[in-house]
């Protein structure tokens, strides 16, 4: 089948990897619904998606049968993929301005590209970037097998952005720098939304929006994410 360049996940891909027992579409619904009970998740919208993507694809095969859980998993080279609740928090609030629809995100902290594939469903374009290699050439093998067409990898230190590829409507961290870098607020256009944990110990998850001239922050609570490491791992 000829893949569309700009495809976006679609459904019935994605069913071809439904699981059994403890990776089948009856556990994904059920941490759903607790997603949504929690009120990680708000929206439909995010809500179908999440309960679209197989997270099982993205988790080592040793810890599969924990793919449906709340929690944070290994993915090799000392990275976890990140707890649904957090990934559903910072995907709602990314998308929660009407006035501002994300077309075109950029992501930083690929990892094991299960945030990518959520992002692919729901927005036109994704650039994402992971500064080691072998995560961001796995994640892109799982995403060229759910046939994600709208996604572009880089390998590279996310502190500086994309320029070249700026502006964007939205930007996402999963990797917790010590401060903001300020080269990702000037890649978000007028009325974009910046979404990252930021600190050690502690460690917050912050929202940020960018207004003509002031930057809004808004505190989104206390999350525990990798830090965000400086240049390329060899
Ligand atoms: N959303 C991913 C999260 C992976 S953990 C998932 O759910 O799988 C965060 C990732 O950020 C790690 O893979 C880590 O290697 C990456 N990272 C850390 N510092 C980075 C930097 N400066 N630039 C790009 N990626 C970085």
């Known amino acids: 089948m000829q893949q569309?360049?700009?495809?976006?996940i679609q459904f019935e891909i994605c069913r071809q990897y439904d699981g059994v027992g403890m990776t089948s579409p009856r556990k994904r619904q059920k941490l759903i619904t607790q997603l949504q009970a929690q009120g990680a998740l708000k929206t439909t919208k995010?809500?179908?998606?999440?309960?679209?993507?197989?997270?099982?694809?993205?988790?080592?095969?040793?810890?599969?049968?924990?793919?449906?859980?709340?929690?944070?998993?290994?993915?090799?080279?000392?990275?976890?993929i990140s707890h649904p609740s957090t990934v559903a928090i910072m995907t709602e609030w990314l998308l929660s301005d009407a006035n501002n629809p994300v077309r075109k995100v950029l992501e930083i902290g690929t990892g094991s590209g299960?945030?990518?594939?959520?992002?692919?469903?729901?927005?036109?374009?994704?650039?994402?970037?992971?500064?080691?290699p072998d995560l961001s050439r796995q994640a892109q093998?799982?995403?060229?097998?759910?046939?994600?067409?709208?996604?572009?990898f880089f390998t590279?230190?996310?502190?500086?952005?994309?320029?070249?590829?700026?502006p964007?409507?939205?930007?996402?961290?999963?990797?917790?720098?010590?401060?903001?870098?300020?080269?990702?607020?000037?890649q978000l256009k007028i009325g974009g939304r910046l979404v990252m944990p930021?600190?050690?110990?502690?460690?917050?998850?912050?929202g940020f929006i960018r207004h003509q001239d002031r930057l809004e922050q808004v505190a989104l609570g206390d999350v525990s994410f990798v830090p965000m490491r400086k240049g390329v791992a060899q």
């Open 4 to 8: 569309n360049p700009d495809q976006r």
């Open 46 to 80: 995010v809500a179908d998606v999440m309960n679209m993507i197989p997270r099982h694809l993205f988790v080592d095969p040793a810890f599969s049968h924990r793919s449906y859980e709340d929690c944070a998993l290994p993915i090799g080279h000392e990275q976890t």
């Open 114 to 132: 299960y945030q990518t594939a959520i992002l692919s469903a729901l927005c036109d374009k994704v650039y994402t970037v992971e500064r080691i």
């Open 141 to 152: 093998e799982k995403l060229q097998q759910l046939q994600a067409g709208n996604v572009e």
């Open 156 to 166: 590279a230190d996310g502190h500086w952005g994309l320029p070249g590829y700026a």
């Open 168 to 186: 964007f409507d939205a930007i996402i961290s999963a990797a917790s720098p010590e401060t903001l870098p300020y080269e990702l607020v000037e």
């Open 198 to 206: 930021i600190g050690s110990h502690p460690q917050h998850l912050y």
